[in-house]
């Protein structure tokens, strides 16, 4: 079965620093990946997604992730945080083909001035 | 062009009553998908429709029922409601591209329903 670890329910930085979110998955064969974003009394905004070719993806925003098989891994960068970047953020795994999304509990983005 | 609407945008119920959902997919896709999220939880899946069938089902209990209408919308019922069943119900839409191979999610607004 598939599963979804996200590593820090809440996450502060200061504006311009480095934005880390951790994603590790469980899966018996390389799964599609997903991160999404959702600001306050919103549905859910696509970040970037992986399925397939480079490891590296580049999403809206300034975000992108790594894919690395070896570790489980698909965690999201930005090199400079800024105050609108404040908000929830959800790793994804899906089935290779799509079909149902399995969610992460969700990282909460804090950034202070 | 519209993305996923769904209506309504916030509902209170009583315990036993039954409700329905509503969702309007992007304009191309086929698919529907429903997901509850409660409250400081991701989102999990309950069920997704395509062809008007049901495609694939979480780990729901029959309470939680749905439709899918000729022109893609879709509707989610649920009935008896308990108190846990208050939550965010988000709406996501797709397409199927060929072989069962199927495009991103995108996800409506939501419906938050409360259940007294």
């Not at chain 1, 502060?12 to 997903?34: D, H, I, K, M, Q």
């Not at chain 1, 991160?35 to 590296?56: D, E, F, M, S």
């Not at chain 2, 329905?20 to 989102?43: E, M, N």
Request: charged fraction near 15%.
């Amino acid at each position: 079965a598939q599963s979804v670890t996200q590593l820090g329910s809440h996450v502060s930085v200061s504006e311009g620093a480095l934005v880390l979110l951790r994603c590790n998955y469980s899966s018996s064969v390389p799964p599609y990946l997903f991160w999404y974003v959702q600001y306050p009394n919103q549905g859910l905004q696509l970040l970037l997604k992986y399925t397939t070719g480079a490891t590296l993806v580049k999403g809206i925003n300034g975000f992108e992730a790594e894919f690395k098989k070896s570790e489980t891994s698909f965690h999201l960068t930005k090199p400079s945080a800024h105050m609108s970047d404040a908000a929830e953020y959800f790793c994804a795994v899906s089935a290779r083909g799509g079909g149902k999304l399995i969610f992460g509990q969700g990282t909460e983005l804090s950034v202070k001035p | 062009d519209a993305g996923v609407t769904q209506s309504p945008t916030h509902l209170i119920k009583t315990r036993g009553q039954q409700v329905t959902l509503r969702c309007s997919p992007k304009s191309g896709h086929d698919t529907v998908s429903w997901y509850q999220q409660a409250l400081g939880q991701g989102p999990q899946f309950i069920f997704q429709y395509y062809e008007e069938e049901e495609r694939q089902r979480g780990n729901f209990p029959d309470r939680f029922s749905g439709h899918q209408f000729p022109n893609y919308s879709s509707e989610l019922n649920v009935n008896a409601l308990l108190l846990g069943d208050s939550a965010l119900y988000l709406c996501a839409s797709s397409f199927i591209v060929v072989a069962g191979d199927q495009e991103t999610q995108y996800f409506g607004p939501g419906t938050r329903l409360l259940v007294l």
